[in-house]
């Protein structure tokens, strides 16, 4: 008998199997359920005494251990298969001269041999494993390296293939009473930069209030004559730099100033041809010539949105996980996307669709002119007011999106320059957005949380805290808009001529008084005397600034508005408020724990599709056409990304940093310590980063600290420090919230430019001064009077 049957009979004729049968059918009552045994339990199950191993409760491990048995003699089998042939003569013969008296020992060894055998095999078979498993290790390392290698020879051959973009740096003078041309060889092929070094106002933002500047003006012509200048016409705006005094040009420090072109498809044909010239014509008012340093950059590359920035980042995301063996597949991808937050979003936004067409935003601006009374101040309050509660349930994207024509159009009326009117706005629509779970993108992510709305965050006690600190934030940011322009001139866009002599005049008498030194009373009462005309001529223009704000035009003006902007469609505007109110009602209810039954975005969707019931459109692929879908795409590749980025461990790692400085303090404090870290750190990243992802990631921090027992943290203090800091942080900068580009955007198409620098000097003192007030705010009621 061959060593290949000896094992083939061991394996169907082994008597512990028999018994097993046996016992299995006389136990089966007793048996535990057939479910999965891993190796590593198996393992444990072998080092257990004799007696617990057969208890007709652990027939499921004895089941498992046979079928490995099994498995394990079948591949024994197949391995030994060429050592059998190789030794199969001697074995014959050996057993064929075995007595038939000595057939029970032959048949003990023979079982101890197919024993050490199989323990022989088994022992191959876990080296081949251990084997197989370094190479695919190697395998993978190799896979990397060549990765990284071929982006490395790719950013190389780009590196030495492409030279680098250089720059045109030019020192001019600019002469006096003559224009300076500069001849631009180079030809933009896209949105072109300028940079220009001098001496230049820093502490004038209006060209209005200087009397020397310097002027800038692009200029293309169709010919080749660059010397004929009335084939030059002017392509852009010009553009104004306030210079200092005369006699400080030689003192001032020098400082930069720059300024983006946007290219347009008819400006691009133009710069195509070959035949076309491209010049700037610089000039100056001042009574000396003036040096200046320009640098020219003829390509701004400015391609990609952020929707697909989000989406790539996403889709670069996921590759890491898969190169970590976590790649997911499409069902868990859209798990990660929060639907009831994009089902809310897409509601809103055919809500705010509706509104658009009835005129009403443009009636609400009208309606604070007539509340204001014509007057400058509580105009700009009123604007800032009616921002903030529009955008306590609409979108404040949408807000202002809808507000900002109307206020600059509001503004032109009054003479005012729209700018500071315009900042205010944009700050009063961020603040409102953390009134409500629907004013803003970053509050609607934090209550579509499932572990927020698990852990009883309602809309009626969302609303009841965020309350007082949206009011006092909106009040503060008033006082503090009355103090940066509390000379009603910063406001005013161009003053009548009378007002330019006396304030010429007021200058005048004030240089002439400071010029006369105090040696004797005679000069002393000189000096008075002028002074004391100079008090005179201010009182003069005083009242002179006062009749401008009070005329008789008023009436005629609010007349004209109202006529020009009324409300387009009534019946439509009763029926668009009347779902929006339906909405905010049953979020109000659904706070009753006894009456929650439908999340936020079923709650909206319901709205809305009673909303178009009522009114039966026919041009529905007009409304869709109105979503903004991109919008929505961008925050769900936002999801996603984050999903990526928590499982790759950088959440937790945060999280750990976190819980160890919070330990760092008494426990008494942890609770001051934590809404301090999540207040101030999620402020200052939104007013870098966009509010929106720096949203999704603080939300995992807040989750990942309240869940941790060994801070014993109350949820609510964090939540609302979230609610208030990305909101709030993104007024820091022009480009920390998506509202604050969108005015930008809009302001600029009517001429009226937001510059980056200009905003971050006035705006981000103020959201430091929100953020401390709200800072003490959630200190003093939570911490204080711990109303949590």
Partial sequence: MGLRDKLRKFKHSSPAKGIELRKRNVHQNFSS?????????????????????????????????????????????????????????????????ISHTNHIDLDEKSKQDDGLLCHHALNQLKDGEIKIEKLKRQHVKVTKRICLLLFWIFAVAVFMLVEEKHLLEKTLEVPYERDKYFMLWQKPTGDFKLNIFGTFNE??????????????????????????????????????????????????????????????????????????????????????????????????????????IAIVCSLLSIAVLACFNDRPNMEEIVEWMNMEMLTLLFCMMIIVAVLTETGVFDYIAVLAFEISGGKTWPMIYSLCFITCFVSSFLDNMTTVLLMTPAVIRLCEVLNLDPVPVLMGVIVHSNIGGCLTPIGDPISIIIYSNHFMTSHDITFMKFVGHTLPGVALTAIQSCIYLRLIFRDINSLRLNEPKEIKELRREIRVWYKAANSISSFSKDDDSVRETMQRKVRILKNALKRKLRELEITDTYVHTLEDLKLKYPIKNKTLLIQASGALVFVIVCFFIQSVPRLRTLPMGWVALLGIIALLIILNRDDMDQLMHRIEWTTLLFFAAMFVMMECVERLGLFNWIGQ????????????????????????????????????????????????????????????????????????????????????????????????????????RIVFPMMLAQITTITGYLFISHILFEWH
């Avoid at 393992?43 to 208890?55: E, F, V």
Wanted: some cysteine; hydrophobic content about 40%; charged content about 20%.
């Fill in 657 to 760: 940093l976190t819980e160890y400085i919070i330990l760092c303090v008494d426990k008494r404090n942890r609770l001051a310590m934590s809404i301090f870290i999540i207040l101030w750190m999620s402020a200052l990243a939104s007013a870098i980063l966009d509010s929106v992802p720096v949203t999704v990631m603080m939300v995992k921090l807040v989750t990942s600290l309240v869940s941790k027992s060994t801070l014993d943290l109350p949820l609510e203090p964090l939540v609302w420090s979230l609610a208030f800091g990305p909101a709030l942080g993104g007024n820091g900068t022009l480009y920390g919230a998506s509202a604050n580009v969108i005015s930008a955007g809009i302001a600029e198409q009517h001429g009226y430019k937001i510059s980056f620098t200009r905003y971050l």
């Fill in 203 to 308: 502490t004038v933002y209006d060209v209005n209030d200087t009397e020397n500047y310097l002027t800038i003006q692009p200029q293309i012509s169709r010919s080749s004559e660059i010397n004929n200048n009335s084939n030059f016409k002017d392509v852009f705006q010009a553009w104004i730099v306030p210079l200092v005094n005369e006699e400080l040009l030689d003192y001032a420090p020098v400082l930069v100033k720059n300024k983006t072109y946007k290219m347009t498809d008819e400006l691009l044909e133009n710069f195509s041809d070959a035949e076309s010239t491209f010049r700037l014509k610089i000039s100056t008012n001042i009574n000396t010539d003036l040096a200046i340093k320009l640098i020219y950059n003829p390509l701004i590359i400015n391609v990609f949105e952020r929707t697909f």
């Fill in 33 to 97: 359920p057939s479910v999965p045994v891993s190796e590593q339990k198996l393992q444990m199950w072998r080092t257990l005494p004799a007696q617990i191993r057969h208890d007709p409760s652990m027939a499921s491990f004895r089941m498992e251990n046979e079928r490995h048995r099994e498995c394990t003699l079948s591949h024994a089998m197949e391995s030994c298969e060429d050592f059998e042939q190789s030794q199969a003569d001697s074995q014959f013969i050996t057993i064929r001269n």
